[in-house]
C-alpha cells in the first residue's frame, strides 16, 4: 500500500467577509508536492482573496491552514514567507527607479550596507537554475513585464519561497513571454517546488496546470485532474451554465463612413513620436479591429481619437467632421465614446454605481429640475442600465469599488453604449475578464455593430479581434504595417506583420 502524500498546503473550510459580500463560503483547498495548481474562477469568485489569506494579507473569518500538514496561523506576508510561500502579484511591486538586485534585497533583514556581490551571485544562480536570464545592474523602468515578472519570482524564491503563488500571471505578458513563463514554472515543479496558479483563462490552465480547483460565487464547485476535463466543462463550473467559445457574425451591409483618420502623428508621455502617419477609416456597422504587441501606440491612436492627447499632425473626421485635437466634451458631443483600456481612468471608484452612470450624461436636462437633480430620474435611469446590462451590484448606491472587475466593465459599456453612438473606441474591452464577462462583451459589440454603429476595436488578443472584426490593421511601433481581411487571412502574415517584418500597401484614406 502507497504512503499517503501529504498536502503541502490544506485550507479546510475557510471563510471571509467583506461588507455586504461573502468572498469565501467554507472552501477546502489543498495542494499536493511539485504539482502546478490553478485556481480558476470568474471575477469576484474569491481567487485572489483566498490566497490573500494564505499569504498573510488577510485573516479569515473562520477554518484552519495546514502547511506541510501542521496548522499554523498566518498574520502578515513576512510570517507567510517565513513558512516558505511566496506571493508574485498581478500588478508588480518593484521600486522602478531601483536595480534588480536592489529590488530583490529591498527588506531583507541582515548587513547595514548592501551586500551587492553575494546578491548578484545568487541572483544569476536563480537565474541559470531556472532560466530566468535578467540583468542584476539593470533598473526596473528598463525592463518588460516579463522581465519585471522574472525579477518578482527571484525575489520570491531569494527569500526561500518553495510555495509559489501567482496571480493572474500572464495579464500583461506577449504571447512569447506567456511560453517562456510556462517553461519557468513547469521546470520549478519538476525541482520539487509548488504552484498555485490564480487565473480565469481556461486555454492557460489547460496548458500549464496538472490539476484544477473552481471557485464559483466564493464556493468550490470542483476539483478536476486538468488531464481529464476540458475547457467546455471547465466553463460551465465557472459560470454555472454553457459557454460559447464561437460567436456568430451575420453579414452585415456597410453605411456611410464614419471615421476618417488621414496622416496622423502623435508623441506619447516623453514626447517622443508614437503615432507615424496613420490613415484608417471605418464606415457604419463596420468593426475594425487593431492588432499589435503591447506599446505599439495603440494607447496613443485612440487617446488621440479620443481627445485626450493632441495631434501633432494629420486630421481625424467623424462623421464628415474634423474633430483632430478638439477637447473630449466636443468630441462627445459627435456621438463618439470611448472605452479605455484601463477603465479605473474613466470611472471613479469612491463613486456609486448611479454616479458614475451619469457621469458624462449629468447635464441632461431629464437630469436636472430648477437648481437641483431630478434624484427620481436619475435613479430611474440607473435601475434601466443595471437591469439591461446584468450589472450584479448589491445596490445602485454601492461605490464602484466594490464590484468585481467583470460588472465595473458592465457599468463602463452601459455608460458608453446606452445611447446611440455614431463611433465606439473600445481599448482591451475584456483585458483581465473571465469568460462569461468575455462572451458578454463580445455579443454587446457585435450587438452595436448590428444596429450601424462604426467599432474601433483595439485588442491584444488575435483571436478576439479576429472573431469580431471585419479588417484588422496591424500597428508596429507607431505605424499601419497593413490592413487585411479577418476571415480567410494568414496568421502567419498577421504575426510578422505584428513583428515589423512585413509591410502591405495601405490605401490612402478617402481612396
Known amino acids: ?87 508574485v502579484h498581478q500588478h508588480f511591486r518593484l521600486v522602478t527607479s531601483h536595480s534588480v538586485a536592489e529590488n530583490i534585497v529591498l527588506g531583507l533583514p541582515g548587513n547595514l550596507f548592501f551586500p551587492e556581490q553575494a546578491a548578484r551571485e545568487k541572483i544569476e544562480e536563480f537565474s541559470d537554475r531556472y532560466n530566468l536570464t535578467v540583468d542584476p545592474e539593470a533598473r526596473i523602468w528598463q525592463l518588460s513585464a516579463g522581465e519585471q515578472q522574472r525579477v518578482e519570482i527571484i525575489k520570491a524564491l531569494y527569500r526561500g519561497a518553495e510555495i509559489l503563488i501567482m496571480d493572474e500571471p500572464t495579464s500583461m505578458l506577449t504571447p512569447g513571454e506567456v511560453e517562456d513563463l510556462f517553461t519557468v514554472l513547469r521546470r520549478m515543479a519538476n525541482e520539487g517546488n509548488t504552484i498555485i496558479f490564480i487565473s480565469h483563462k481556461l486555454d492557460e490552465v489547460m496548458a500549464v496546470s496538472d490539476r484544477v480547483t473552481v471557485l464559483r460565487q466564493g464556493r468550490v464547485e470542483a476539483t478536476l485532474e486538468t488531464a481529464q476535463t476540458e475547457k467546455r466543462e471547465l466553463a460551465r463550473l465557472m459560470v454555472g451554465r454553457e459557454v460559447l467559445f464561437r460567436i456568430e457574425k451575420n453579414e452585415i451591409k456597410l453605411g ?45 491612436l485612440v487617446e488621440t481619437i479620443a481627445g485626450l492627447r493632441p495631434a501633432t499632425g494629420g486630421h481625424i473626421f467623424v462623421s464628415g467632421h474634423e474633430i483632430t485635437s478638439r477637447s473630449p466634451r466636443e468630441i462627445i458631443e459627435k456621438d463618439v465614446c470611448f472605452v479605455p483600456g484601463e477603465r479605473l481612468t474613466a470611472l471613479v471608484p469612491e463613486m456609486s454605481v448611479t454616479e458614475n452612470l451619469i457621469l458624462k450624461t449629468y447635464r441632461d436636462q431629464r437630469f436636472i429640475r430648477g437648481l437641483f437633480f ?53 481599448a482591451h474591452p475584456t483585458s483581465g475578464l473571465d469568460v462569461g464577462a468575455i462572451e458578454y462583451i463580445w455579443q454587446l459589440l457585435l450587438k452595436e455593430r448590428e444596429r450601424g454603429t462604426a467599432v474601433l476595436l483595439v485588442s491584444e488578443d488575435l483571436e478576439e479581434a479576429l472573431t469580431l472584426s471585419d479588417r484588422i490593421a496591424v500597428i508596429f511601433e507607431g505605424e499601419l504595417m497593413g490592413i487585411v481581411p479577418s476571415v480567410d487571412t494568414d496568421l502567419e502574415e498577421i504575426g510578422l506583420m505584428m513583428a515589423g517584418a512585413h509591410r502591405l500597401p495601405v490605401p490612402e484614406a478617402g481612396e
Not at 472552501?27 to 498573510?56: C, Q, S
Not at 488577510?58 to 500538514?69: A, N, W
Open 256 to 300: 456611410e463612413e464614419v471615421l476618417r483618420i488621414e496622416g496622423l502623428h502623435a508623441l506619447n508621455d516623453k514626447g517622443l513620436p508614437a503615432i507615424s502617419g496613420v490613415s484608417l477609416r471605418i464606415a457604419r456597422g463596420e468593426i475594425l479591429g487593431i492588432a499589435g504587441v503591447a506599446g505599439n501606440g495603440q494607447r496613443e
Open 374 to 426: 431630478n434624484t427620481r430620474e436619475i435613479n430611474s435611469h440607473a435601475d434601466d442600465l443595471i437591469e439591461r446590462y446584468a450589472v450584479t451590484t448589491p445596490t445602485r448606491d454601492t461605490p464602484l469599488k466594490l464590484l468585481s472587475g467583470g460588472n465595473i466593465q458592465r457599468v463602463m459599456l452601459a455608460r458608453e453604449t446606452s445611447g446611440k453612438p455614431a463611433l465606439l473606441i473600445a
Open 1 to 87: 500500500m502507497s504512503e499517503e502524500v501529504i498536502p503541502v498546503v490544506s485550507m479546510r473550510g475557510i471563510e471571509k467577509r467583506f461588507p455586504g459580500v461573502l468572498a469565501n463560503d467554507r472552501v477546502d483547498f489543498e495542494v499536493r508536492p511539485g504539482e502546478i495548481h490553478a485556481l480558476l474562477g470568474e471575477n469576484g469568485a474569491g481567487k485572489t482573496t483566498l490566497m490573500n489569506i494564505l499569504y498573510g494579507i488577510y485573516q479569515p473569518d473562520g477554518g484552519e491552514i495546514l502547511i506541510r500538514g501542521e496548522s499554523v496561523v498566518i498574520h502578515s506576508p513576512r510570517e507567510a514567507i517565513e513558512l516558505g510561500i511566496g506571493m
